[in-house]
């Protein structure tokens, strides 16, 4: 009987656990579309999207996420060109390249990676990375290409982590098979593995997307954050997650109200992201 | 062995990139671009600078217009532009009076020196003033709070704020009228922090006072004393003319704003026309500065 009591509250503690992250995610989409939406609805949707101009203390203000929305999308790309190749061939590495002292050592760095704070990385970056940028390229040294080196560095634990347990998953015979058939262990690896795992590789990307575009703190001390469109590769950039960052501070009526519906913005394309992660697995699972 | 080697690499490697570091102070290259540092939109530093500065400009439909030049880094903080400053021999930016270090080195404007002393006397062109302003009369309670804010006491928290007294001689404060009820005060969000830190004082002085402060910018306090639902206004700037008609205004502090450059940098001074020239993107190159 005791025992039965027991069960039922340990399962009602469970089950309020489970409702908590529920709610939480319930309340912030509440927050975000009901903050952001009335003020797109007045702006104009396309004026908000489409709008080059970001100048929120000019009156009439002007406010144009258009740049933002690019400088987003050029660094997590610059992000992804740099970090992805890296990041799987590490993982092909650890699987089945590398011995076992090397991988004790190695994993651990590479969960390290993870756990360090980006506000860390932001500072390494700047006082590391912005000076050879700068004697490299000239100019201020903070640019897009600064803000990619340093967030494809910050997506590779990401990457490493789960495209590795992706070829870890390939069941052995493949493997084996291809030796059989007179493979090198290079070309089995290449040829058979690697592509045989590829949904979970593609699932590690769009995480490290998702991370990429997500990320704040470490962009904002590099980026330059210039509220124009972006001008080039050694031009600065400003992000939507650093436009939010950067003004709230201050940001008052209409102007917080726009920064909000930034983080609107910010949060559908993080939906499209998972959306597409959620796709690809389930493809996987069912192929 | 060959975790030593390993160890061995990783100590070459690590000091070969601090070397190389700190190699790279070799002389003051004066045709080299100009990197600007400004603040966020929407920033009372910023918003101060540019007005003072005349980098914002109304055109021909009087709209205005802020005219930073685009290609500025945009800092969210005083100690990122500091740390940007401190970093790049080439850049220029600007900061509160209060935070400056020596890390970096401010430059006079037009000949003067960024000194609370020129600020006061008004020989420094770059700084503003934080005002109160009033309607009719004050009640007792606000016209004691206003007197311990403008005393030595009240004067003191100002300058322990890192701003500029606005009367080097202020009396000692004495206690008048009652003890008790509700101050409001509303307006600019610089002044804001300053005037938390003046009431934090007061009411150790007097527990049952409770004073209200509303962040809402400059311009929406003054309408708010204008209306009467604030008991006090705060501008970190001067009033317009059409404020000054209402309201009795006093200045509680002045708050200098610092051009600050790299230490290797070996410009010393710099015109306002020249520092407008800098941030509207006029003037790109170091070397175009006479």
Not at chain 1, 45 to 61: H, V
Not at chain 2, 280 to 286: A, C, L
Request: glycine share 10%; proline share 3%; net charge negative.
């Amino acid at each position: 009987m005791k025992s039965k009591s027991m069960e039922s509250i340990m399962k009602t503690i469970f089950f309020i656990s489970a409702t908590v992250s529920i709610i939480a995610i319930v309340l912030i989409c509440i927050f975000i579309f009901a903050g952001g939406v009335p003020f797109i609805a007045e702006y104009g949707l396309k004026d908000f999207l489409l709008g080059r101009e970001w100048q929120p203390s000019d009156t009439p203000a002007s406010f144009g996420i258009l740049p933002m929305i690019m400088g987003s999308i050029y660094v997590t790309i610059g992000a992804i060109i740099l970090g992805v190749p890296i990041g799987i061939l590490t993982a092909t590495y650890l699987a089945k390249f590398c011995n076992h002292k090397v991988y004790r050592f190695l994993k651990p760095c590479i969960n390290l990676m993870a756990g360090i704070p980006s506000i860390v990385y932001g500072f390494f970056a700047l006082v590391v990375l912005v000076p050879i940028i700068r004697d490299i390229f000239g100019g201020t040294g903070m640019n897009i290409i600064t803000a990619s080196i340093l967030l494809g560095i910050m997506i590779l634990p990401t990457i490493v982590n789960i495209s590795e347990s992706a070829i870890r998953a390939v069941p052995q015979s493949y493997y084996e098979g291809s030796i059989a058939l007179g493979a090198s262990h290079e070309r089995a690896i290449i040829s058979v593995v690697l592509p045989a795992a590829r949904s979970g590789i593609l699932s590690s990307v769009i995480l490290g997307i998702g991370r990429a575009i997500g990320e704040t703190m470490a962009v904002i001390l590099v980026a330059g954050n210039q509220a124009r469109m972006p001008a080039g590769l050694t031009k600065g950039v400003r992000t939507l997650t650093t436009n939010i960052v950067m003004e709230m501070a201050y940001a008052a009526d209409e102007h917080r109200q726009a920064l909000i519906a930034t983080a609107t913005v910010l949060f559908v394309f993080i939906l499209i992201i998972n959306g597409t992660f959620l796709i690809i697995k389930r493809r996987a699972n069912n192929g | 062995m060959k975790r030593f080697l390993g160890l061995l690499l990783i100590f070459t490697v690590v000091m070969g990139i601090i070397s190389g570091c700190s190699n790279n102070s070799d002389g003051f290259k004066a045709d080299r671009t100009i990197n600007v540092v400004t603040r966020e939109e929407g920033s009372g530093t910023r918003g101060a600078f540019v007005e003072i500065v005349g980098i914002i400009e109304e055109d021909e439909n009087g709209e205005e217009v802020d005219r930073t030049y685009e290609e500025a880094i945009v800092q969210n903080s005083t100690n990122a532009v500091m740390t940007t400053v401190a970093g790049d021999d080439y850049s220029i930016g600007y900061i509160s009076l209060g935070s400056l270090n020596d890390t970096v080195k401010a430059v006079q404007i037009d000949g003067v020196e960024a000194t609370a002393e020129n600020i006061l006397s008004g020989s420094y062109k770059v700084s503003r003033p934080f005002n109160l302003a009033y309607k009719g009369d004050l009640s007792l309670v606000a016209q004691d709070f206003l007197n311990f804010i403008l005393s030595s006491q009240g004067q003191e928290v100002v300058a322990n704020e890192g701003y500029v007294k606005a009367s080097i001689q202020a009396p000692s404060y004495e206690a008048i009228g009652s003890h008790s009820g509700t101050v409001v005060v509303a307006g600019s969000t610089s002044v804001t922090p300053l005037m938390e830190k003046l009431a934090e004082a007061y009411k150790k002085l007097h527990p049952d006072v409770s004073i209200e402060i509303q962040s809402t910018g400059s311009s929406a306090g003054m309408q708010s004393a204008m209306e009467g639902t604030a008991d006090i206004g705060m501008a970190s700037r001067d009033l317009k003319d059409s404020e000054l008609a209402e309201l009795t205004n006093v200045v509680i502090a002045l708050d200098g704003i610092a051009v600050i450059v790299n230490n290797n940098n070996p410009i010393e001074n710099l015109s306002l026309e020249n520092l407008k020239s800098i941030y509207m993107g006029e003037i790109t190159s170091w070397s175009e500065i006479e």
